[in-house]
C-alpha cells in the first residue's frame, strides 16, 4: 500500500521559514513528477511548486525567489524550502506524487498526502 506522508508544518512569523517533507512508501515502481499544492480557506487548491524525476521545477509566481523545492529520488521524498513566509501563504500543504505502483507498473496514479497546515502569523 502506498502512501504519502508530510511532515514540518507549523506556526511561523512572517518572515520567517519552514521546510516540509514528504516521503513516498509502500510498494513503489516509480515515481514520476512530484509536487506540493496548497489550500487556504475558502479557496481552492492550487500549485505552489513541481518537481520532475530529472530535477526541472516550476513554481507558482507568488512563491519565486523564497521557496524552493527539491526531492531525494534514493529516498523517495520531496521537500519544500519556503523563506520570507508571509501571513498569504497561509494554507494546507498536500504532497503530491504521480507514481506507479509495483502492483500495477507501468501505470500512473495521482497520490496525495494527508495535508500539513503552515499558518503564518504574528
Known amino acids: 500500500q502506498v502512501q504519502l506522508v508530510e511532515s514540518g508544518g507549523g506556526l511561523v512569523q512572517p518572515g520567517g521559514s519552514l521546510r516540509l517533507s514528504c516521503a513516498a512508501s509502500?510498494?513503489?515502481?516509480?515515481?514520476?513528477?512530484m509536487g506540493w499544492y496548497r489550500q487556504a480557506p475558502g479557496k481552492e487548491r492550487g500549485l505552489v511548486a513541481h518537481?520532475?524525476?530529472?530535477?526541472?521545477?516550476n513554481y507558482a509566481d507568488s512563491v519565486k525567489g523564497r521557496f524552493t523545492i527539491s526531492r531525494d529520488n534514493a529516498k523517495n521524498t520531496v521537500y519544500l524550502q519556503m523563506n520570507s513566509l508571509k501571513p498569504e501563504d497561509t494554507a494546507v500543504y498536500y504532497c503530491?506524487?504521480?507514481?506507479?505502483?509495483?502492483?500495477?507498473?507501468?501505470?500512473?496514479?495521482?497520490?496525495w498526502g494527508q495535508g500539513t497546515q503552515v499558518t503564518v502569523s504574528s
Open positions: 518537481i520532475t524525476s530529472g530535477g526541472s521545477t
Open positions: 503530491h506524487a504521480d507514481l506507479s505502483p509495483t502492483v500495477l507498473a507501468g501505470t500512473w496514479y495521482d497520490f
Open positions: 509502500g510498494s513503489i515502481f516509480s515515481i514520476n513528477a
